[in-house]
């Protein structure tokens, strides 16, 4: 069983140095800037560094998914060319080594699929049997696209099924899957930005108004009752963005 620690560490192999920088100096953004519009204090910007902390994760999931979908794509074109190398008269074996000559040209040489056939290769080349080195191919990726279609291709290859039929099957369902998360985005794409911008909205309020109102709001810090209303109107802020969250974040 996977721990926190663990959980998508695969995944994130592929995500570039530049992007988690990116992701880093976001997350130590949100605390620096809201322990200092909403406190005023060195002691605010540490407080709030769990909550810079939890923007990283965040971000790292959401990148790490990013990274699963690209794959899936890349997986989708694996099973069209694997249904194209049957159909032609290929075992099982030999369509998994020649499904990376094309799958080259498509997503270059460096792409997590053509690593993955380079690994199933290299195990084919030992005698390992296709089904298991399928059933790894799947246990690493941990998807559940990938795990339904390695196990009923394996079932359908060790009881002689139609197997050009079974990734037709396959390939439709996974198309279908990724057509309805494709509309899904495309109907709530305005509303995430919406979203995101309103998210910066009471950071340009308290900054504006710190800019226009400085003797207003300088009764807000460095005392007890200020420091309450603050953090009321932050822990609003909290509750607010993750409710906004679980709105715009559909799984299908």
Not at 161 to 183: F, L, N, P, T, Y
Not at 226 to 236: A, E
Request: hydrophobic share 45%; with cysteine.
């Amino acid at each position: 069983m996977r721990n926190y620690l663990s959980e998508g560490s695969y995944w994130r192999q592929d995500c570039k140095k530049t992007e988690l920088l990116f992701g880093i100096i976001k997350s130590i953004a949100y605390p620096v800037l809201a322990g200092w519009l909403f406190y005023r204090s060195i002691w605010g910007i540490i407080a709030l560094i769990p909550f810079g902390l939890w923007q990283f994760f965040r971000f790292r999931k959401n990148l790490t998914e990013k990274k699963k979908q690209e794959f899936l794509k890349m997986f989708r074109e694996m099973m069209l060319t694997l249904s194209s190398l049957l159909n032609t008269g290929y075992s099982v074996e030999n369509a998994l080594k020649e499904a990376g000559k094309e799958l080259g040209l498509m997503f270059g040489k460096k792409s997590k699929i053509m690593v993955e056939l380079a690994i199933m290769r290299q195990k084919l080349r030992v005698r390992v049997p296709a089904e298991q080195v399928l059933q790894e191919f799947a246990d690493n990726t941990d998807m559940e696209d990938v795990s339904n279609f390695v196990t009923i291709f394996a079932a359908a290859k060790r009881s002689g099924g139609d197997m050009c039929a079974i990734i037709g099957d396959s390939v439709k369902q996974i198309s279908d899957k990724m057509d309805v998360k494709r509309e899904i985005a495309t109907v709530l794409a305005a509303k995430q930005y919406e979203f995101q911008v309103m998210t910066w909205v009471p950071f340009g309020i308290i900054g504006y108004m710190s800019l226009s109102f400085p003797e207003f709001m300088s009764s807000l810090y460095g005392n007890i009752l200020g420091i309450g209303v603050m953090t009321l109107c932050f822990v609003l802020y909290i509750s607010a963005y993750w409710l906004g969250l679980k709105i715009i974040n559909i799984e299908v």
